[in-house]
Structures are given as structure tokens and as C-alpha cells.
């Protein structure tokens, strides 16, 4: 007897339909990427953009980045940057040691905000709003579900970060960064037992990096 053939894939449901767009206002949106790294920096983007007003088709591609695979996330960065208002921040490895992740992150987000120049709501992904955020600026837990903008800023700064830490891995190959971009992979992990770690990676997540 044989088997039936296998029901097709059915395309990911994303959160935002062209039909919708009404009811998103426009907003700056804002997201970082790399908190839970064990090395590299913490990137943040920014972006502000009416909903209603984008290219055909583009609303509805757009969702948390951690949804999207690597060849969609590629392809959208340039079609977000050409049509919404971007700006990025990062921090450092070492500022994050110093002033711990959260704080950092935070910072980070408050500079990427403050270089868009605009008076707009801002929406943040997460609990936390940054202290140097005035105006109408507000917490969204699980935004880039909920907030268009946020999802386009979470893509932007995961395709930023990515290359960055490609880049990065071409000085320290042995971590396999363009793989795993700084996350505790299996292989990353074996890499700072066996050489130690870089001056890329966070000291104060010692706990977190075995071989330390």
C-alpha cells in the first residue's frame, strides 16, 4: 500500500495584511538584536514609516525577524531602507561589560530614536522604555507581533548584526560567527574552551561562557 503524497506546506501567516494597514499608525518602531549573544555587540534599529504608504506587498512580508529565514531578511533590508526611515546604534562588547546589557541596550536605543529627528510616537519592543525617550513613547511586549514598524526594525538589525559578525569572523574563524553570529552554539562553546575567548566576547557573561 503506499503512502499518500505529503499535504504542501502552507505559507507562514504573518501578522500584518495589506488590508489592514489602516490600523497601524505611523509610528517609529524600535528593536535590538544580540542581547542574549555571548559576543559582539547589542545592534539597535529604528524605523518610522506610514503603513499605508508602503510599496505593494511589503506590509505583509514583514514579522519578527527570528520568523523570517536569512534569504528573506536579505531581501527586505533594502526594500525597508528604501522606504521607511532608518537609523541604527550599537554597543560595544565592552560597553556592555561595563554597564551590563540591559542599560546598554537601552542607550542604544534611545541614540537610534534620537537620530531619526522626527516627532513621532515610539513604539519599543519589550518591557523597558528608555529614560531618555520624552513624548509619547511606550513599551510593547512581543511588538514585532503587534507594531509593523518594530518588525521591520527587528529585521533591520538582525541583517545588520549578521554581517557584521560575518565580517568579524573572517579575524577569528575558529568561533564560526558567520554560523552562529555570536550565539552559544555547540561549536562556539567548544571554541572558547579549546582557544579562550576573544576580545569580542562578553566578559560578564561568565557564566555563560564555558572555558571561561
Not at 31 to 57: I, N, Y
Request: proline letters at 8%; charged letters at 25%; glycine letters at 8%.
Amino acid at each position: 500500500m503506499t503512502k499518500p503524497p505529503p499535504s504542501p506546506r502552507k505559507p507562514a501567516i504573518r501578522p500584518f495584511a495589506r488590508q489592514r494597514a489602516s490600523l497601524f499608525p505611523p509610528v517609529i518602531g524600535c528593536d535590538e538584536v544580540g542581547r542574549g549573544a555571548l559576543c559582539g555587540p547589542v545592534v539597535v534599529c529604528a524605523v518610522w514609516f506610514d503603513p499605508t504608504a508602503l510599496p505593494k506587498g511589503l506590509l505583509a512580508r514583514l514579522d519578527d525577524s527570528k520568523k523570517i529565514d536569512r534569504a528573506e531578511r536579505e531581501a527586505l533590508y533594502p526594500l525597508i531602507a528604501g522606504a521607511a526611515r532608518v537609523s541604527f546604534a550599537a554597543r560595544s562588547a565592552r560597553y556592555i561589560d561595563v554597564y551590563n546589557i540591559r542599560n546598554a541596550t537601552l542607550q542604544a536605543m534611545t541614540q537610534a530614536v534620537a537620530r531619526l529627528a522626527l516627532d513621532a510616537p515610539v513604539r519599543i519592543d519589550g518591557i523597558d522604555v528608555p529614560r531618555g525617550l520624552s513624548g509619547d513613547a511606550m513599551a510593547v511586549v512581543k511588538g514585532d507581533a503587534k507594531v509593523p514598524q518594530i518588525a521591520a526594525a527587528s529585521i533591520m538589525a538582525k541583517v545588520m548584526r549578521d554581517r557584521l559578525m560575518a565580517r568579524l569572523a573572517q579575524r577569528h574563524i575558529h568561533y564560526r560567527w558567520e554560523q552562529n553570529s555570536g550565539y552559544g552554539t555547540k561549536a562556539h562553546r567548544e571554541a572558547i574552551m579549546t582557544i579562550g575567548p576573544s576580545r569580542h566576547h562578553r566578559r560578564s557573561f561568565g557564566d555563560l561562557l564555558s572555558g571561561l
